[in-house]
T-cell receptor, first 108, second 118 residues
Framework: KNEVEQSPQNLTAQEGEFITINCSYS?????LHWLQQHPGGGIVSLFM???GKKKHGRLIATINIQEKHSSLHITASHPRDSAVYIC??????????FGQGTRLTINP | GAVVSQHPSRVICKSGTSVKIECRSL??????MFWYRQFPKQSLMLMAT?????????EQGVEKDKFLINHASLTLSTLTVTSAHPEDSSFYIC??????????????FGPGTRLTVL
């Protein structure tokens, strides 16, 4: 079993839908990243959080440290949100441990 | 702020040659940079941790003589793939931590370098 598990692995939705991507982890962490990777490969850090909730535009990230679970939500989804979303936890020695990614496709 | 660049963005080389990839923090100083490798449809895998002024720390299974890392300044780390072979073809990504951020330890990612070895 991977230390970081994301679900779903693939998600296709219509423009405007509310999107939720989940991340569960089994190790102790100091923080958790949500990353976005576009088809060209470049990675953008969306959020880093260690407790509670953060919001940036249409994106919302939450984390429950006790339950070892985080969610990324996208409101009013748009085709340009299509990308791979990666959950990564900051574990021992400050190294990142990555989930396998969720491939999101938003159809117009 | 917090921009990390990589050069080149794409490189094609012949088998047996060496390729150098640069990772720069443009608007902050980074005592620690990380090098990752990503194969198609797989997640990122940490190759090594690069510390300014000292030797890099390699992950298990990564050959330090094949993947040479130099972190000579607070804004530049280089990864040299020596005697590259087709199986080294991959997407290489670096990230950097701001030297002033000793609490949050946020990593900022470069845009990646796609290496193709013929």
């Amino acid at each position: 079993k991977n230390e970081v598990e994301q679900s779903p692995q693939n998600l296709t939705a219509q423009e405007g839908e509310f999107i939720t991507i989940n991340c569960s982890y089994s190790v102790g962490i100091s923080a958790l990243h949500w990353l976005q990777q576009h088809p060209g490969g470049g990675i953008v850090s969306l959020f880093m959080l260690s407790s509670g909730k953060k919001k940036h535009g249409r994106l919302i990230a939450t984390i429950n440290i006790q339950e070892k679970h985080s969610s990324l939500h996208i409101t009013a989804s748009h085709p340009r949100d299509s990308a791979v979303y990666i959950c990564a936890v900051v574990g021992g020695a400050q190294k990142l441990v990555f989930g396998q990614g969720t491939r999101l496709t938003i159809n117009p | 702020g917090a921009v990390v660049s990589q050069h080149p963005s794409r490189v094609i080389c012949k088998s047996g040659t060496s390729v150098k990839i640069e990772c720069r923090s443009l608007d902050f100083q980074a005592t620690t940079m990380f090098w990752y490798r990503q194969f198609p449809k797989q997640s990122l895998m940490l190759m090594a941790t690069s510390n300014e002024g000292s030797k890099a720390t390699y992950e298990q299974g990564v050959e330090k003589d094949k993947f040479l890392i130099n972190h000579a300044s607070l804004t530049l780390s280089t990864l040299t793939v020596t005697s590259a072979h087709p199986e080294d073809s991959s997407f290489y990504i670096c990230s950097a931590r701001d030297v002033k951020d000793s609490f949050y330890n946020e990593q900022f990612f470069g845009p990646g370098t796609r290496l193709t070895v013929l």
